[in-house]
């Protein structure tokens, strides 16, 4: 992930995008309608400018011009959920995964009732709390039609509640 995140840095890096470079180099004034333009003369000796004062990392857009109306950006509905990016399974698949979520999930809550959140440390509470989110979260995919996720957050409960039910309380 950090070989990924230092590769797409160096890639912009090396693009030389012109808002990054202006943030470096200072453009020059902009030349006037009819002014001339004089050509340094290469005998004169020539003068080191002075520094440059550093240039602000903040970039701030222009100003609109006059008489432009202000950009109008749409409001997203409120009630609309974002699809799912999850990979393509066939029916089958689909079915199947669905099925080993039901089992993962059935599982984790039978694995639950074994399990006297009384007698239990704080630690193994704390488990317990994180298995309980697991197993909402899971169905909250399964309503979602997020089946892989689903079945991951399934698969993350049976285990946490497999080892909780394993230790000595």
Known sequence: MRLAVLAVAACLGLTGCATIKSW?????????????????????????????????????????????????????PANVTPPVLSPVLSAADEQRLRADTQQRLDGTEQRLRQIDPAKLASAQRDSLRTVQSFLDKAREALQARDIQRAFTLADKAYILADELSKRPR
Not at 25 to 40: F, H, I, K, T
Not at 43 to 58: I, L
Request: hydrophobic share 35%; glycine share 4%; net charge neutral.
């Open 24 to 76: 470096f180099d200072p453009a020059p004034p902009p030349a006037q309608a009819g002014a001339r333009v004089e050509q340094p003369d290469e005998s004169a000796p020539r003068a080191t400018p002075a520094p440059a004062a550093p240039a602000s990392r903040v970039m701030t857009p222009p100003p609109p011009r006059p008489g432009t109306p202000a950009p109008v950006t749409p409001a997203a």
